[in-house]
């Protein structure tokens, strides 16, 4: 069936430092992908997403790539601060819907001081 | 302007009980959808509503789970008789077009079922 691998689950990374997450998904129609950031006691808030007919989105300090032909994309955040640790997910769409998401398991980030 | 709100944000009942779970969606959204994440996997799927109407249940997992939006404003979800495998966060979701995009969350209601 469709699926949204996402890793890692968890990401230690020194304040400043860049941290990469990664998704790969099996359905090679699909043409939207999100990420979302999930704060402690917070709902998952949408921070950035891209569509199949881009290989790269930015937004200050996030960007998310695309490679269509691999099948994956990557959430990547630069010089990471304190405000940046949370549970971030990407989700892709499935075939038979236009509204449903298939959501990766989720990467927990840790920002060390 | 008021985000997705649900309550209770915790919940913890014994097997066998009934929890209702609600859900005021931000104003205007016709769109309401209910997710379940069970502690390290992925968010699931439940339901989707379009106004008081179910568009789908696909992902409902039994028919111990009931969905509800009477009036196509708040919507409540109950679990009767509740087990074990229901506890997880229980999140809502609204948007305004019925597609996959821009989904704005609630928090969530943590269900506990011991």
């Known amino acids: 069936g469709e699926n949204v691998e996402q890793h890692p689950s968890t990401l230690s990374v020194q304040e400043g430092d860049s941290a990469v997450i990664k998704c790969t998904y099996s359905?090679?129609?699909?043409?939207?992908f999100p990420w979302y950031k999930q704060e402690l006691g917070k709902g998952p808030q949408l921070i950035i997403d891209?569509?199949?007919n881009v290989g790269e989105k930015k937004d200050q300090r996030i960007a998310v790539t695309l490679n269509k032909t691999a099948k994956h994309f990557s959430l990547h955040i630069t010089e990471t601060q304190p405000e940046d640790s949370a549970v971030y997910f990407c989700?892709?769409?499935?075939?038979?819907?236009?509204?449903?998401?298939?959501w990766g398991a989720g990467t927990k980030l840790i920002i060390k001081p | 302007e008021a985000g997705v709100t649900q309550f209770p944000s915790h919940s913890v009942i014994e097997k066998g009980q009934t929890v209702t779970l609600r859900c005021d969606p931000i104003?205007?959204?016709?769109?309401l959808y209910w997710y379940r994440r069970v502690m390290g996997k992925e968010i699931k799927f439940l339901l989707h509503?379009?106004?008081?109407?179910?568009?789908?249940e696909s992902g409902m997992p039994n028919n111990r789970f009931l969905a509800e939006r009477t009036g196509g404003t708040y919507s409540t979800l109950k679990v009767q008789p509740a087990e074990l495998e229901d506890s997880g966060v229980y999140f809502c979701?609204?948007?305004?077009?019925?597609?996959?995009?821009?989904?704005?969350f609630g928090s969530g209601t943590q269900l506990s079922v011991l």
């Open positions: 979701a609204s948007s305004l077009s019925g597609t996959n995009e821009k989904l704005f």
């Open positions: 891209i569509r199949s």
């Open positions: 509503f379009v106004k008081e109407s179910k568009q789908d």
């Open positions: 989700a892709a769409p499935t075939r038979d819907s236009n509204y449903q998401l298939i």
């Open positions: 359905d090679s129609a699909s043409n939207y």
């Open positions: 104003s205007g959204h016709d769109n």
